[in-house]
């Protein structure tokens, strides 16, 4: 049996965000990723049975990451105002930092049959359970999660993908940004 290299694995990986993002999700083919990764195709079956099974490992690995990185950036004795502005910077941050991969989970997730495979509320359980807390104190104003989700993730999105081509400064419009979501969400 042969053993796993995690150089090999990473390679592999960065190749299915490559390939995913070139040629589609229909595109890809375990024979594509393997040479983008410069490896047999045989090596990626050391690491997974199929393309399925493959690609809803390394979307939920990295769908969660996101929400890890932003984790990190907010702590629970925030101010409400001081909370909203880490997740809209957070976001913006990890969007622009890992651009293909959010590009890839961003197209995993229109996937139907990969979008089954993650759930994104259960990728951000841990946000959502912060913002739960400022709720229960009257800090923030009660909404479902879809609404906040919208409202929070969708905006900042938006700025993110689209900075290059605004005729605006983007750190103007971050902040402007930051402070709608807080006279929107504050109480």
């Known amino acids: 049996m042969r053993t796993r290299d995690l150089n090999k694995q990473q390679r592999i990986k960065e190749a299915i965000v490559h390939v995913i ?16 990764a410069s490896v047999s195709p045989a090596t990626i079956y050391i690491y997974y049975s199929n393309k399925e099974e493959m690609l809803a490992e390394v979307f939920s690995e990295y769908s ?15 101010s409400g105002a001081e909370l909203i502005e880490a997740i809209v910077r957070g976001i913006f941050s990890y969007t622009v930092e890992h651009e293909e991969v959010f590009s890839f989970v961003e197209q995993c997730s229109r996937c139907p049959s990969l979008s ?8 951000c359980r841990d946000v959502f359970n912060l913002i739960h807390r400022y709720q229960e104190l009257g800090i923030l104003r009660r909404y479902s999660d879809p609404s906040l989700y ?24 971050l902040d402007e940004l930051v402070t709608m979501m807080q006279n929107l969400l504050l109480v």
Not at 116 to 123: M, W
């Open 116 to 123: 089954q495979t993650v759930r994104e509320s259960d990728c």
């Open 21 to 36: 993002l070139t040629e589609g999700i229909n595109g890809a083919s375990v024979a594509k990723i393997a040479q983008a």
């Open 150 to 173: 919208a409202v929070l993730f969708t905006p900042v999105k938006f700025l993110a993908q689209n900075r290059r081509t605004m005729q605006y400064d983007i750190n103007v419009q």
């Open 64 to 78: 969660r990451q996101s929400y890890h990185y932003l984790m990190r950036r907010m702590q629970p004795e925030m």
